[in-house]
């Protein structure tokens, strides 16, 4: 059987570094018959190189000097091999002519400097290989990114005049947004009240109720109680019609009578937040924006906390 470059990608990220593998439930459902997997995992061993990554980086001599301010102590042998690899040949993530090492050690305006190594490194620890790790760091720090408005109408999470403004994009019937949400909710608490998240809804077309689980999550919170409600409608996935939500109301102790009107008007808003996320080119969910920028990284909690305290700092710095 003959494999796609995307698809043989894909089985040797999942060989390599499951955290790297992209997690998100899609626009359109898959097509075609899916492939086998062991068929998938045998390409993918015949295609991996006989040398591994970390034979290749000892074949070249390497200046393993620490660098100030990035830990490398949880690293093995060939994983610290790598990184200091790594951090002399990739680029400064400010866009400077000099390496990441140099602009750690000595260019102070590049704020994102220190991030960028400490990210080099949790992509190192948690598996990657080179040129996975170089494929992560560029589309970070390399590719540019469109900058999108959004509507910032609750519901939301955190103080809403937080200079650090994420902006979600979900499905009550994704599985891998429920997965994400208790993630996100922990990052937003760590930046203790210099985050605010805005939650946007966006009914993927394959899954039906997902409009009136959306437009319930939108009914509780005109009573208070949309965190009781999202996380309840995230734990009763298959289980969002009509019927059931009102359950839920129930079982939250809300009025009754003003959530079904407010259940019915909520139609509009649902309908407004899938027109902005269709104009932010939003193909999958959970998708997330940091002040209007795409989050391209891993939706893994360490990932998200650095591309956080990375945004954060850099906004703080230029305050200054």
């Known amino acids: 059987m003959k494999l796609s470059a995307r698809l043989l990608s894909a089985a040797l990220t999942i060989v390599l570094c499951p955290v790297l593998v992209a997690a998100s439930c899609k626009k359109k459902e898959p097509e075609g018959p899916t492939a086998d997997p062991r068929e998938v995992m045998a390409a993918a061993d015949k295609s991996s190189p006989t040398t591994t990554p970390a034979a290749t980086a000892k074949a070249a001599t390497v200046d393993t000097t620490a660098v100030p301010g990035v830990d490398t102590s949880k690293l093995a042998t060939a994983q610290a091999t790598l990184f200091f690899k790594l951090v002399d040949s990739l680029q400064s993530p400010c866009g400077k002519a000099h390496s990441l090492r140099t602009s750690i050690t000595t260019d ?24 996975q790790a170089k494929a992560e760091f560029e589309n970070h720090y390399q590719n540019p ?132 996320g269709t104009a932010a080119e939003v193909d999958g969910t959970p998708r997330l924006y940091i002040n209007g920028k795409s989050y391209d990284g891993p939706m893994h909690p360490m990932f998200l906390q650095l591309w956080l305290q990375e945004e954060l700092a850099v906004l703080e710095a230029a305050k200054k």
């Open 108 to 131: 102070a305006s590049c704020i994102r400097a220190p991030f960028a190594g400490k990210y080099l490194v949790a992509l190192i620890e948690e598996g990657a290989t080179e040129e």
């Open 145 to 276: 990114r469109k900058n999108y408005t959004f509507s910032l109408t609750p519901p939301l999470q955190g103080p809403a005049g937080a200079p650090l403004v994420l902006v979600e994009f979900f499905d009550y019937a994704c599985p891998h947004c429920a997965r994400f949400s208790p993630i996100l909710d922990d990052a937003i608490k760590a930046l203790g009240g210099k985050a605010v998240l805005y939650y946007k809804n966006f009914p993927l077309k394959h899954n039906a109720d997902s409009p009136m689980a959306a437009r319930a999550a939108l009914a509780a919170d005109a009573q208070g109680r949309f965190s009781e409600m999202h996380k309840m409608l995230f734990a009763s996935v298959g289980k969002h019609k009509r019927a059931d939500v009102l359950g839920y109301a129930k079982s939250l102790g809300l009025n009754l009578a003003k959530f079904e009107k407010d259940l019915d008007a909520a139609a509009a808003r649902v309908e407004a937040d899938k027109g902005e």
